[in-house]
Nanobody, 123 residues
Framework: QVQLVESGGGLVQAGGSLRLSCAAS????????VGWFRQAPGKERELVAA???????YYADSVKDRFTISITMAKDTVNLRMNSLEPADTAVYYC?????????????????WGQGTQVTVSS
């Protein structure tokens, strides 16, 4: 069993930056794919970025060149650095994990989920 604990998030002005972190407890992330999803009011949950211990990360087109997903192996943490934030990035952001190697965008493919953290970008 993997428990995911998110931190970061908050309120920021457009053009600003935030950093989200997802820490694993119960098991190492090293055999999992970890993704950051977001869900805005009235919209479906979507994958923003995903990573596994080796290989090239996945980014949604809407966040490419603005968001960076990374792993801090020593802390077993997956981070999401968000730059040049826009009001459209406002959402609840969720960390999720699944065993395997495929960076799938389907939320049903992810087994473990964090509680979510709110990101609000003001114009």
């Amino acid at each position: 069993q993997v428990q995911l604990v998110e931190s970061g998030g908050g309120l920021v002005q457009a053009g600003g930056s935030l950093r989200l972190s997802c820490a694993a407890s119960g098991r190492s992330f090293s055999t999992y794919v970890v993704g950051w999803f977001r869900q805005a009011p009235g919209k479906e949950r979507e994958l923003v970025a995903a990573v596994r211990w080796t290989g090239v990360p996945y980014y949604a087109d809407s966040v490419k060149d603005r968001f960076t997903i990374s792993i801090t192996m020593a802390k077993d943490t997956v981070n999401l650095r968000m730059n040049s934030l826009e009001p459209a990035d406002t959402a609840v952001y969720y960390c999720a994990a699944r065993m395997g190697v495929n960076l799938t965008p389907k939320e049903d493919d992810y087994t473990y989920w964090g509680q979510g953290t709110q990101v609000t970008v003001s114009s």
